[in-house]
């Protein structure tokens, strides 16, 4: 890489980093817990999203969505009557702390918010958001090696969701080993084995997020 190039990465990452902080700041001061959902494109980000509202109608919940271009997911999540935000990135596939702060000082009524992030498993990598949780979702459609073709983005994340479980069969897809590769690459995160069209694994990710809610009102 050129100087020039480096100079503005750091730039870039250490501009992130201010942000990033501020948006903590601000989470702790209003109580609210944040979480990150990575994934590609297809993998079920803003499905989880939409029956994490509905099944949690008793917490009050945010959601910011960032895509590339479109609002189709923003219209998609309008629907439930939640507070939303749309971020789009334009050309970049990753959010950044500078655009998420923008959007969730917007938020500062909920307890809860959720951040659908571009659909790519590469770069949100080096983009903290501030966030309480990070997840990062895969589908079996996308093919048994792809988290070990990702080890960075599986190895920050505090949950790894492997959905559309029940589809494994059709595209020879083998969930323990991509269950084996979750855990080799990080065990600590909780892994959860999920259909969210079957309603299988939605509980474990509800009981999940409850856990970590009562945790951050118990601490005040
Ligand atoms: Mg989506
Ligand atoms: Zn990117």
Same mark, same amino acid.
């Given at each position: 890489?050129?100087?020039?190039?480096?100079?503005?990465?750091?730039?870039?990452?250490?501009?992130?980093?201010?942000?990033?902080?501020?948006?903590?700041?601000?989470?702790?001061?209003?109580?609210?817990?944040?979480?990150?959902?990575?994934?590609?494109?297809? %993998?079920?980000?803003?499905?989880?999203?939409?029956?994490?509202?509905?099944?949690?109608?008793?917490?009050?919940?945010?959601?910011?969505?960032?895509?590339?271009?479109?609002?189709?997911?923003?219209?998609?999540?309008?629907?439930?009557?939640?507070?939303?935000?749309?971020?789009?990135?334009?050309?970049?596939?990753?959010?950044?702390?500078?655009?998420?702060?923008?959007?969730?000082? +917007? *938020?500062?009524?909920?307890?809860?918010? !959720?951040?659908?992030?571009?659909?790519?498993?590469?770069?949100?990598?080096?983009?903290?958001?501030?966030?309480?949780?990070?997840?990062?979702?895969?589908?079996?459609?996308?093919?048994?090696?792809?988290?070990?073709?990702?080890?960075?983005?599986?190895?920050?994340?505090?949950?790894?969701?492997?959905?559309?479980?029940? *589809?494994?069969?059709?595209?020879?897809?083998?969930?323990?080993?991509?269950?084996?590769?979750?855990?080799?690459?990080?065990?600590?995160? +909780?892994?959860?084995?999920?259909?969210?069209?079957?309603?299988?694994?939605?509980?474990?990710?509800?009981?999940?997020?409850?856990?970590? !809610?009562?945790?951050?009102? %118990?601490?005040?």
């Amino acid at each position: 890489m050129h100087r020039v190039e480096i100079d503005a990465e750091v730039n870039l990452l250490s501009e992130n980093r201010r942000y990033a902080r501020e948006i903590r700041k601000f989470l702790k001061e209003n109580g609210i817990v944040a979480v990150n959902i990575m994934g590609a494109i297809g %993998s079920g980000k803003t499905l989880l999203i939409e029956k994490t509202i509905e099944s949690m109608r008793d917490v009050k919940t945010g959601v910011i969505l960032g895509d590339v271009v479109c609002k189709a997911d923003y219209e998609r999540v309008s629907k439930l009557e939640v507070l939303a935000e749309a971020i789009n990135t334009g050309k970049e596939c990753h959010l950044d702390a500078r655009l998420v702060w923008k959007s969730i000082r +917007k *938020l500062q009524d909920v307890d809860l918010v !959720l951040i659908e992030n571009v659909g790519n498993l590469i770069c949100p990598v080096d983009f903290d958001l501030g966030e309480d949780v990070r997840v990062v979702m895969v589908s079996v459609t996308e093919g048994d090696d792809v988290i070990e073709k990702h080890p960075e983005i599986f190895r920050l994340a505090d949950v790894i969701i492997i959905n559309k479980i029940e *589809l494994a069969k059709f595209v020879d897809s083998d969930v323990d080993k991509m269950e084996g590769d979750a855990r080799n690459l990080n065990g600590r995160a +909780k892994v959860i084995r999920m259909d969210l069209k079957q309603n299988i694994g939605f509980d474990e990710w509800i009981e999940f997020l409850r856990g970590v !809610l009562d945790v951050s009102c %118990s601490s005040g």
